[in-house]
T-cell receptor, first 115, second 114 residues
């Protein structure tokens, strides 16, 4: 079974702090994703990575950056946290390539509160 | 552009009764459709997907979904609901142009009462 882990389940930070959220997958997947989940809005894609050091902006990249130095690890960075970034953050991965039937595998999520 | 709609924020059903969670989609071309379930404070878990072939897809935990091309729907169903099915359900469609883009519905909260 694919396992996607996230570094923290719950995180509380102060406005202006730099925040790192880490995600690790253990199945050699090429693609990794960061979403945020807010009630009534479903999942919104922040960033996507299809290879080491490669990234693409999603629908809501403002205020976020990402890093993928190793294939198994994808980090989301909030350069200067703000209260409107309080949310549930979900990491996901897929096998990759041109497989349109790919299933996304999700981590357990990190609930971030910015005070 | 691809999109997914889940018209019901919440569905209430009694244990033992059949359940349906609705999903409609808008895509150009043949859709790749998915259902995921999310239990409280957890990530999303894959339930089932439609790629091609039989319109009735069977998935995990006794769930199934019916693909209806003429109505552009992909409703999730279960013949007999369990209290443990209570969770948040998401429908998703994969973008056919940008292969790594998924579009998610807003989610439907399923409440199964004993």
């Amino acid at each position: 079974d694919v396992k996607v882990t996230q570094s923290s389940r719950y995180l509380v930070k102060r406005t202006g702090e730099k925040v790192f959220l880490e995600c690790v997958q253990d199945m050699d997947h090429e693609n990794m994703f960061w979403y945020r989940q807010d009630p009534g809005l479903g999942l919104r894609l922040i960033y996507f990575s299809y290879d080491v050091k490669m990234k693409e902006k999603g629908d809501i990249p403002e205020g976020y950056s990402v890093s993928r130095e190793k294939k198994e690890r994808f980090s989301l960075i909030l350069e200067s946290a703000s209260t409107n970034q309080t949310s549930m953050y979900l990491c996901a991965s897929t096998l990759g390539g041109a497989r349109r039937a790919d299933t996304q595998y999700f981590g357990p999520g990190t609930r971030l509160t910015v005070l | 552009a691809q999109s997914v709609a889940q018209p019901e924020d919440q569905v209430n059903v009694a244990e033992g009764n059949p359940l349906t969670v609705k999903c409609t989609y808008s895509v150009s071309g043949n859709p790749y459709l998915f259902w995921y379930v999310q239990y409280p404070n957890r990530g999303l878990q894959f339930l089932l997907k439609y790629i091609t072939g039989d319109n009735l897809v069977k998935g995990s935990y006794g769930f199934e979904a019916e693909f209806n091309k003429s109505q552009t729907s992909f409703h999730l169903k279960k013949p007999s609901a369990l209290v443990s099915d209570s969770a948040l359900y998401f429908c998703a469609v994969r973008d056919l142009g940008k292969i790594n883009k998924f579009y998610f519905g807003s989610g439907t909260k399923l409440n199964v009462k004993p």
